[in-house]
């Protein structure tokens, strides 16, 4: 064992979990100062970390989604309550011309900004597309048209709710400030013990997402699992009044889209919607570790079951350790006086309560513990979020970059500080946006725990985090860089690398971070830079 390592912890302070209710609660445009920074001073000043051993990683196999169904020109006439203008062969639905592919529907949406029906030409006709769902199409347009009046994401929500009425297995729906894709597909990956799952293709939890995700939900089928999103209050009822979740879950309630709600109580009472119309028999699972979600109502007759550290919980999480020189994290769950124990072959002791959520809903749901381990050993990385890549020259890169929130962005502190180096440890972060009134403490604070963690390099990106840089007093350090967009980073960032450097990349998605990786998977003697 390394001389480095610590004590083992089993009480370890989880980094999606804000303690306590009373420290939660003033966090929004009425704080006042003092409350926000002791809360943002918890989130970022955890107890020690936990012990780091040496553990052979398992064969990764991620879960997939059968192949949605094709849909007659009767069941769409049917679904949206239009008018057959003229006849298709079946197909699948599509909303974005860009990735049409051949034997698809053309669903148009229109927004307060753009109009799908634009894209509708002979282009789209000889890219294979074989109807059109739609207020109109061009001249001499030849494939099928199923005519709709009015705004289309009304309909093609309404062939969402038909797609769920004709759906009679099990629907998961989970909601949460953070960790929703990571635990999403945890659960699919535990659940496909029981026979075929379907889940959300990508982050598809807003309102056309979650359509399209019920509108592609295959006939054979037996269980489903559905993120939802929000960044409005009545978002989450909506969404759940479409898919109408039997189970539905609950992963946390943290500093994300504050610019929307006034507190974190206001964003745990919309994150609470998911809960609101459930009915007797449907099953609502739990973070007990989290206050503001402990503290949300459920309706009569429904089943409770919680997951987290709490001894009451119906699976607990005993014990989570990074393990393989922090490429892993060692795994103990607990249900009924039974013990499982399994590593996640990806970086990130976050990972340990997404699957405890989601062995909470496979044990409910009817999957052994001990099936429930052996299938998320298999679990790797979601795209883009804590992903470890490795580049042709050798550097490590951490590639989080969907979306950055304080919570997210000091789980991958914790993460890059935990993986075994052997040169310098880099992190590269973009502005995290939607912050609302916590926005520049929240970027000091994360700041602070930075360099505290004691990076050989920092490099920021965004107006934000160059703001809270000097009023730290740090923007003449030389460990410190920055620059106005992604791009410009870009070549102070590769001059600095070596082959067995380990990289963080972390940022909001607005802020366009994907290019900073690409950027560093890309370098070696013989590639220019593509900046």
């Not at 989604?65 to 020109?73: A, D, F, L, M």
């Not at 379907?198 to 019920?214: D, E, K, P, T, Y």
């Not at 973009?430 to 963690?453: F, K, Q, V």
Request: glycine share 8%; charged share 20%; net charge neutral.
């Amino acid at each position: 064992m390394n001389a480095s390592v610590a004590t083992t912890i089993h009480s370890f302070p989880h980094p999606l979990l804000l303690p306590t209710t009373t420290e939660l609660h003033l966090f929004g445009r009425n704080s006042r100062p003092s409350t926000s920074t002791k809360l943002l001073s918890i989130l970022f000043h955890p107890p020690p970390q936990v012990l780091l051993v040496s553990t052979k990683l398992k064969t990764q196999i991620p879960p997939s989604n059968p192949p949605p169904p094709p849909w007659t020109v009767s069941e769409i006439s049917d679904a949206v309550n239009g008018r057959i203008i003229k006849w298709g062969p079946p197909g699948t639905i599509s909303t974005d011309t860009r990735t049409l592919q051949p034997g698809q529907w053309f669903f148009a949406i229109t927004g307060e900004r753009f109009d799908a029906h634009d894209f509708i030409t002979p282009d789209l006709s000889s890219k294979g597309c074989v109807g059109v769902i739609g207020n109109w199409v061009c001249n001499n347009w030849d494939k099928g048209f199923v005519q709709v009046e009015g705004n289309t994401v009304i309909w093609l929500e309404k062939m969402g709710s038909y797609a769920r009425n004709r759906f009679h297995g099990c629907l998961i729906g989970v909601t949460g400030s953070v960790g929703k894709t990571t635990t999403r597909t945890m659960m699919a990956l535990a659940l496909e013990r029981l026979g075929s799952v379907h889940q959300s293709c990508g982050n598809w939890n807003n309102r056309i997402g979650v359509a399209l995700s019920l509108i592609g939900i295959p006939r054979n089928t037996e269980m489903v699992v559905l993120e939802l999103g929000m960044s409005e209050k009545g978002e989450i009822l909506e969404l759940a009044r479409t898919c109408r979740p039997s189970v539905r879950v609950i992963m946390n309630v943290g500093a994300s889209h504050l610019e929307n709600f006034g507190s974190l109580e206001e964003v745990s009472m919309a994150k609470g919607e998911i809960l609101r119309e459930a009915k007797p028999g449907d099953v609502c699972v739990l973070n007990a570790d989290d206050p503001l979600v402990m503290s949300l109502p459920i309706p009569a007759g429904v089943q409770r079951v919680l997951f987290g550290q709490r001894t009451d919980s119906n699976v607990r999480l005993v014990l989570a350790e990074s393990t393989n020189g922090g490429l892993g994290v060692r795994v103990v769950l607990e249900r009924n006086n039974e013990t499982v124990e399994f590593v996640i072959s990806s970086p990130g002791l976050h990972l340990a309560m997404s699957a405890c959520a989601a062995a909470a809903v496979a044990t409910v749901s009817g999957v052994p513990l001990p099936q429930v381990g052996k299938r998320l050993a298999r679990f790797r990385s979601v795209h883009m979020r804590l992903e470890l890549e490795v580049a042709a020259s050798g550097i490590q890169v951490i590639n989080d970059v969907y979306n950055a929130n304080p919570v997210s962005t000091k789980a991958a502190f914790d993460t890059l500080k935990g993986i075994s180096c052997k040169g310098k440890r880099v992190a590269i972060l973009g502005d995290m946006l939607e912050l609302g009134p916590t926005e520049i403490e929240s970027h000091e604070m994360a700041l602070r725990y930075c360099c505290r963690a004691g990076f050989d390099i920092v490099a920021l990106v965004g107006k934000r985090f160059l703001a809270a840089a000097e009023n730290l007093d740090l923007v003449k350090e030389r460990h410190v860089l920055h620059a106005d967009n992604s791009e410009t980073i870009v070549p102070e960032i590769v001059k600095r690398l070596n082959h067995n450097d380990v990289v963080l990349v972390k940022g909001s998605r607005a802020m366009q971070m994907e290019k900073v990786v690409d950027a560093i998977k890309s370098v070696s003697l013989n590639l220019t830079l593509p900046f």
